[in-house]
């Protein structure tokens, strides 16, 4: 195999390893970590992966270093990286929800709006982020890079804080409060220029990234498949909330066919006992692992 036929991909270190790992293992991919290596395997000859912090992707694939990556939207905005944005892939290491970067002060301080900040220190490993912030709003204060526990230092060591966020918890018990919310951000699948105009790597993006839609597209939902009368069959299709139109097969029996479609998993507790008095028999549930469009 020659060297134009491996994608050189980054995997974050830190909060999203395992959460990405899992992602990719939904897809068919299987990566394995060694406590010793920046070097993960990964079932796929035609994939080369380097584990490397999320801060830090957008850069080393903007420069070629890396064909492409996994990294938040939002390091991506903090580097002013020159990157292709392949897919959104809506997850992060607690929930399926976009991280907000948020300005917080503590609950006891003065500042009411982003205007208060004037002249004041913020802390925050996003700098690039809130001085653009700041900028958008006229304000001109001193922001300081936080190595980590950002947000134990108001008051002492600053005024305020820009942080990311995904529940709040970690701001309400540090007894923070929001006063703006920065920006939201998600996953991105992100490549470099060269490396997405090259013929084999772009087929290669694309079809990774299809896979991995695939699985959050999934989540959430099942299949239902159910044998229906065919006097029946209005009944029951009146009641199915479908994500698709139902896939109608028939049967041995001319009179009755075989109903498949998608539901959220969460309704089929309430729609079931409505299916079988309509008519509708045989209902079995099956979990889907991928839903393609």
């Not at 990964?42 to 992966?49: A, L, M, N, Q, V």
């Not at 392949?86 to 929930?95: N, Q």
């Not at 839609?213 to 498949?225: I, P």
Request: hydrophobic share 40%.
């Amino acid at each position: 195999m020659s060297d134009g036929n491996v994608l050189k991909l980054g995997i974050p270190a830190g909060s999203l390893q395992q959460s990405t790992a899992e992602l990719f293992e939904q897809a068919g991919y299987n990566i394995k970590f060694s406590s010793r290596s920046y070097f993960p395997t990964i079932d796929d000859d035609e994939i080369e992966c380097l584990l490397i912090r999320a801060q830090e992707m957008a850069r080393y694939v903007e420069q070629g270093v890396l064909d492409a990556g996994i990294t938040g939207h939002d390091w991506v905005v903090e580097t002013d990286a020159d990157v292709v944005e392949v897919c959104e892939l809506l997850f992060s290491k607690v929930s399926r929800r976009p991280v907000r970067w948020v300005l917080c002060v503590p609950n006891n301080s003065p500042v009411q709006s982003v205007k208060d900040l004037q002249g004041l220190r913020i802390a925050t490993e996003a700098v690039g982020l809130t001085k653009r912030y700041l900028a958008k709003h006229g304000v001109e204060a001193r922001v300081e890079f936080s190595w980590g526990a950002t947000e134990v230092k108001p008051p002492t060591l600053a005024d305020a804080i820009v942080e990311v966020t995904e529940t709040g918890s970690s701001l309400r018990a540090n007894d923070l409060r929001i006063v703006d919310e920065v920006m939201q951000s998600t996953t991105r699948l992100i490549a470099n220029k060269d490396a997405h105009q090259d013929p084999w790597k772009k087929v290669k993006l694309e079809n990774i990234s299809l896979m991995l839609r695939s699985c959050l597209h999934a989540e959430g939902k099942v299949a239902l498949m159910m044998n229906v009368a065919k006097d029946d069959l209005k009944k029951v299709l009146a009641l199915l909330p479908a994500l698709q139109k139902p896939t109608i097969s028939a049967l041995s029996d001319p009179d009755w066919v075989d109903v498949i479609t998608i539901v959220e998993e969460s309704v089929v507790r309430n729609i079931v006992p409505q299916l079988k008095a309509s008519g509708a028999c045989g209902i079995v549930e099956s979990p889907i692992n991928k839903l393609i469009d």
